[in-house]
């Protein structure tokens, strides 16, 4: 997968926002205890997401895109985390709802396939069997339906010889097939929401593309949604209806696919575009780092927590930029205190040119 950002096709609306949306996340805040302090890993996030669409969150290490994910299935540690908002599955409170209820969700309505499937496949036990077992437990299947299931899925996803690989353990697959594995164990429940942490990261660009194809044929044909988080823009162009841009545990852009990379409105977008290999620019050329490093979550900056690294902040008159957090980016905006028409002309004169 090229991490050049290709023209994307014409993307459908957002889905609508507010109450309806299949998954609602309205102003979560998720903080870690720790000895020095409460970590503030997201904090105030808002976004819907509706059947049948992918939402991509881009960001850098840190930006609260994962502890998001984790949350919404239940997985923190409710000894060390504090969850605040609300996160509403076809109107179900999830932060309240207790364990076993969450238990019954993943796997069945809701699956997580993870960058490395080493940590979601038990090296004990074979491919099939890891399959097989959700199905048994979540659909009250038969061993004999559950294993017939269990081939559909691995030819499904397009691991060949499904009877005799299913019977193999997960180190006699290659990186590719147990990755493909692991997006069978997912899916094997039919769930409506599918949350893909990096699940291509790790895999050469050619197995790269294959899973993005194997993910949007699935959700062609069983309306599933994604969230798909990612660092890299250009996979995100290939897989994503919309995009979330998130620093430092907050939303900074959202839009459509279309909307974000052709004309992205805030500074730490510009920064993400331009740090990204072309396939034109020359070789030698060197890429453009955004300046700095993510803040500390314990002790973020004041005012826009993107500020000490921003190159922009001049152009905000009062220093509003140290003093005044922008306001969270609703659809089609972006966090940032400047000016829609400085946006416009800043990307179009200073950014842009670097980009082609
Ligand atoms: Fe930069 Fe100021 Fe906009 Fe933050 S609010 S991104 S510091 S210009």
């Not at 102003?27 to 997201?42: I, K, M, P, W």
């Not at 364990?99 to 074979?126: C, H, W």
């Not at 397009?158 to 299913?166: F, K, L, M, S, Y």
């Not at 052709?262 to 331009?274: D, V």
Request: charge should be negative; include cysteine; proline fraction near 8%.
């Amino acid at each position: 997968m090229s991490t050049v950002i290709e023209e994307p096709g014409e993307p459908a609306a957002p889905g609508p926002a507010g109450a309806g949306a299949f998954l609602s996340v309205r102003d979560l805040h998720v903080g870690f205890s720790t000895e020095d302090g409460v970590v503030r890993a997201v904090d105030g996030l808002s976004f819907d997401l509706d059947r049948g669409r992918t939402l991509g969150i881009v960001g850098e290490s840190g930006s609260g895109k994962s502890v998001t994910s984790l949350t919404i299935l239940g997985l923190h540690n409710p000894m060390f985390t504090e969850v605040e908002g609300e996160i509403l599955l076809e109107g179900q409170e999830l932060t309240t709802a207790r364990e076993a209820e969450l238990e019954r969700l993943r796997g069945n309505k809701v699956a997580m396939i993870f960058q490395d499937p080493l940590t979601a496949l038990s090296p004990y036990s074979t491919v099939g069997r890891q399959i097989a077992e959700p199905y048994v437990r979540h659909r009250g299947a038969s061993k004999k339906a559950a294993w017939a299931r269990t081939l559909e899925m691995l030819d499904k996803v397009g691991i060949p010889n499904p009877r005799e690989r299913a019977k193999d353990y997960p180190h006699q697959f290659s990186g590719g097939m147990r990755q493909r594995a692991m997006i069978a164990m997912a899916l094997v429940c039919d769930p409506d929401l599918l949350i893909a942490d990096e699940p291509t990261t790790a895999l050469d660009v050619t197995v790269q593309a294959q899973i993005l194809d194997l993910l949007k044929d699935l959700q062609r044909e069983s309306g599933t949604a994604i969230i798909f988080i990612t660092h890299d823009l250009g996979v995100i162009a290939d897989i994503a209806d919309d995009i979330m841009v998130m620093y430092a545990g907050g939303a900074v852009e959202r839009g459509t696919t279309r909307q974000v990379l052709r004309s992205p409105q805030h500074p730490y977008t510009w920064g993400l575009l331009n740090s990204m290999p072309r396939l034109h620019s020359d070789l030698g050329s060197p890429l453009a780092p955004i300046p700095g490093a993510p803040p500390s979550l314990l002790n973020p900056p004041s005012g826009c927590r993107f500020h000490p690294r921003c190159t922009f902040q001049n152009r905000v008159g009062g220093g509003r930029c140290v003093t005044e957090r922008p306001l969270p980016a609703p659809d089609r905006a972006a966090a940032c205190h400047l000016t829609a028409e400085q946006k416009r002309t800043i990307f179009a004169n200073e950014i842009k040119p670097r980009l082609t």
